[in-house]
């Protein structure tokens, strides 16, 4: 029997998603969980494999799904393990990609958030027919990158190549959550704006509705610069003007076709565009300055992770413990 659809699931901190998807990327059927209930690895990797096996057999039957693709925070694909997730309940090195196949009997591959973002960016977006492209993932939480050489996925030694979050852009700067100091994820987060936000306000005297909220947010910025607080568009100036930076360093090493920026936080990215952009071309390397493309997602934040998750589940040899 030739089987047409995968398996895409993406697993959150709150949210865990199932879906069902066929060869051209139409998601057929979907259902989700919510991840924080199970801190137990084991109790969620027997839930999702429920989860997984009754969404099929209620469409179509568990007989036409190929492989599973799962994009999980701070997961190896190399390794098959989520590797010391920060930001997860899963602590150490946990072998989920083996657990979840031995419960389901079909082949799994898993990667981290931004390796399944940029394939779904490759196969369904805009790096679509690009053999050499930068996707950068600006989240809430943090922030990371893969980047596609010569139409493979450059996953480094031990496979975690594209740490932009974690590459210095201040030495002796902001204490990040990792051990280092001056952190990129620390300024291009929703921490880190409000931590700008926090220092203009004390270092300087610049009239703005952020001086009186109760609490300073990252949704009390985002409001303020809705209302055309000049605190906060310079916030959001100053944050633009550190990732272009950032970027022209990236993009000088690697040469790429574009730049693509993805992720919950890539919403936002037109109030810091023009201070970013111009950052950008004013310190990347001259002989490319005008060639690299700087590009927002079009993929539908609610689809890109488990169609980008879908696509791996494509790429990983077929298994099973039916044949």
């Known amino acids: 029997m030739v089987k047409t659809k995968v398996i895409g699931v993406d697993v959150e901190f709150e949210t865990t998603t199932v879906a069902i998807v066929d060869l051209r990327g139409n998601i057929l059927a979907q259902d989700q969980f919510s991840t924080d209930d199970y801190p137990n690895v084991n109790n969620f990797v027997e839930v999702l494999a429920e989860r997984i096996i009754t969404l099929s057999e209620n469409n179509g039957g568990y007989e036409s799904i190929r492989s599973v693709g799962m994009c999980v925070p701070s997961a190896n694909f190399l390794t098959g393990c989520v590797e010391n997730a920060a930001n997860m309940p899963w602590k150490g090195i946990v072998p989920m990609a083996a657990m979840l196949r031995d419960s389901i009997g079909i082949a799994v591959a898993l990667a981290n958030d931004s390796h399944v973002m940029a394939l779904g960016e490759m196969t369904y977006g805009l790096a679509h027919g690009m053999d050499n492209f930068i996707v950068v993932t600006l989240m809430?939480?943090?922030?990371?990158?893969?980047?596609?050489?010569n139409g493979m996925a450059h996953l480094g030694t031990d496979g975690f190549a594209g740490e932009f979050g974690h590459t210095c852009i201040e030495d002796g700067g902001r204490q990040c959550t990792c051990g280092n100091k001056g952190c990129l994820e620390e300024?291009?987060?929703?921490?880190?704006?409000?931590?700008?936000?926090?220092?203009?306000?004390?270092?300087?005297?610049?009239?703005?509705?952020?001086?009186?909220?109760?609490?300073?947010?990252?949704?009390?910025?985002?409001?303020?610069?809705?209302?055309?607080?000049?605190?906060?568009?310079?916030t959001w100036q100053e944050t633009g003007k550190i990732l272009g930076v950032a970027l022209s360093n990236y993009a000088s090493i690697i040469d790429p076709q574009a730049i693509i920026i993805t992720g919950d936080l890539s919403v936002h990215c037109e109030k810091m565009w023009d201070a970013m952009e111009s950052a950008f071309r004013e310190n990347v390397f001259g002989n490319i300055r005008d060639k690299v493309k700087l590009l927002v997602s079009i993929l539908d934040e609610k689809e890109r992770n488990v169609l980008g998750a879908s696509a791996l589940a494509w790429k990983v040899k077929e298994y099973s413990l039916f044949k």
């Open 140 to 149: 809430g939480f943090g922030l990371g990158s893969c980047f596609y050489s």
């Open 187 to 234: 300024y291009v987060s929703y921490r880190g704006i409000v931590r700008t936000a926090q220092e203009l306000l004390e270092s300087t005297q610049t009239p703005s509705i952020l001086r009186d909220v109760p609490e300073l947010t990252f949704q009390s910025i985002v409001e303020a610069y809705d209302k055309g607080d000049a605190l906060a568009i310079q």
